[in-house]
């Protein structure tokens, strides 16, 4: 069974940094490609980023701007997203999810239980 | 970009109704649509993917179709359980994108 628990977030200053992690477990994780999706408080859901299952690829939404950085680690089964010169608008919850492409679709199947993240001074 | 725009916003039903809820995408994108439930404080759950395909586990009153570029969930015979936010999302391609999302209330 797919688990995915993250943690890290907390509450941090404008112009801070925080690093999420996802440890992973109950599938193979460097098969998996692995999404980050946010959602603010009472707004819906947002996507964020997502990296290939070997690391050779990332991709990233325009509001990241370079200030977000999605990085894994097969052999920790772990997956991270270091968030840098954080700004108010980006207080969320944050999720990781796991990636199942096929020749036909491509779909977030499993998902963690999300980390908060507060960006106040 | 590709941008969704999913309608309605909110919805008003009762239990045993039959309801409709629409995503429409801004370009072609060969049915990569996935439908997600998400109840509050919880993360999302899959239910549709590739636009009609039911994921696991999913019950069968849970339906998706797809014309050009209209996509629609549909749920046949409303249950308790389903009072919940529903999003369409488009893997088609990067960056990849949510609709607004679809608050089913009583």
């Known amino acids: 069974q797919v688990h995915l628990v993250e943690s890290g977030g907390g509450v941090v200053q404008p112009g801070g940094s925080l690093r999420l992690s996802c440890a992973a477990s109950?599938?193979?994780?460097?098969?998996?490609?692995m999404h980050w999706v946010r959602q603010a408080p009472g707004k819906g859901l947002e996507w964020v980023t997502f990296?290939?299952?070997?690391?050779?690829?990332?991709y990233y939404a325009y509001f990241v701007k370079g200030r977000f950085t999605i990085s894994r680690d097969n052999s920790k089964n772990t997956l991270y997203l270091q968030l840098n010169s954080l700004r108010a608008e980006d207080t969320a919850v944050y999720y990781c999810?796991?990636?199942?492409?096929?020749?036909?679709?491509?779909?977030?199947?499993?998902w963690g239980q999300g980390t908060r993240v507060t960006v106040s001074s | 970009d590709i941008h969704m725009t999913q309608s309605p916003s909110s919805l008003s039903a009762s239990v045993g109704d039959r309801v409709t809820i629409t995503c429409r995408t801004s370009?072609?994108?060969?049915?990569?649509l996935n439908w997600y439930q998400q109840k509050p404080g919880k993360a999302p759950n899959l239910l549709i993917y590739?636009?009609?395909n039911l994921q696991s586990g999913v019950p069968s009153r849970f339906s998706g179709s797809a014309s050009g570029t209209d996509y629609t969930l549909t749920i046949s015979s409303l249950q308790p359980e389903d009072f919940a936010t529903y999003y369409c999302?488009?893997?088609?391609?990067?960056?990849?994108?949510f609709g607004q999302g679809t608050k089913l209330e009583i």
């Open positions: 590739a636009a009609s």
């Open positions: 370009q072609n994108i060969n049915t990569y």
């Open positions: 999302q488009q893997s088609f391609s990067t960056p990849y994108s």
């Open positions: 990296i290939r299952n070997d690391g050779s690829n990332e």
């Open positions: 109950g599938f193979t994780f460097s098969g998996a490609g």
């Open positions: 999810a796991k990636d199942d492409c096929s020749a036909t679709s491509c779909l977030l199947d499993s």
